[in-house]
């Protein structure tokens, strides 16, 4: 089971930070994906983490801006957000990805999917 948390109200140009807490113990084995969902979008990938922490991903619209990290031993995983832009606004989802190869960016691929959290970017 995922919880994601952390979203909130922030002006353009500001920072949040999100978290997603496991349950379970096999939190370490699994690569972790953020991906977001706009009204009337489809949901995309952000940015993804391998189960080791070595390797991410990130779609370029967030390059430079966001940082994923994990934290194994806490079961968590998340999102730092700088330098927000009206355009960042969204749901968040954190999901769990079982491959034993590197991150995937198709919402197909993730076995478990956090609630949601709501990030709105005001200009």
């Known amino acids: 089971q995922l919880q994601a948390s952390g979203g909130g109200l922030v002006q353009a140009g500001g920072s949040l930070r999100l978290s997603c807490a496991a349950s379970?113990?096999?939190?370490?084995?699994?690569?972790m994906g953020w991906f977001r969902q706009a009204p009337g979008k489809e949901r995309e990938f952000v940015a993804g983490?391998?189960?080791?922490?070595?390797?991410?991903d990130y779609v370029d619209a967030v390059k430079g801006r966001f940082t994923i990290s994990r934290d194994n031993a806490k079961n968590t995983v998340y999102l730092q957000m700088n330098s927000l832009k009206p355009e960042d606004t969204a749901v968040y989802y954190c999901?769990?990805?079982?491959?034993?190869?590197?991150?995937?960016?198709?919402?197909?691929?993730?076995?478990?999917w956090g609630q949601g959290t709501q990030v709105t970017v005001s200009s």
């Open positions: 999901a769990a990805d079982q491959s034993m190869f590197g991150t995937r960016r198709n919402p197909s691929d993730y076995t478990y």
């Open positions: 379970g113990r096999y939190f370490g084995i699994y690569n």
């Open positions: 983490i391998k189960w080791s922490g070595d390797s991410t």
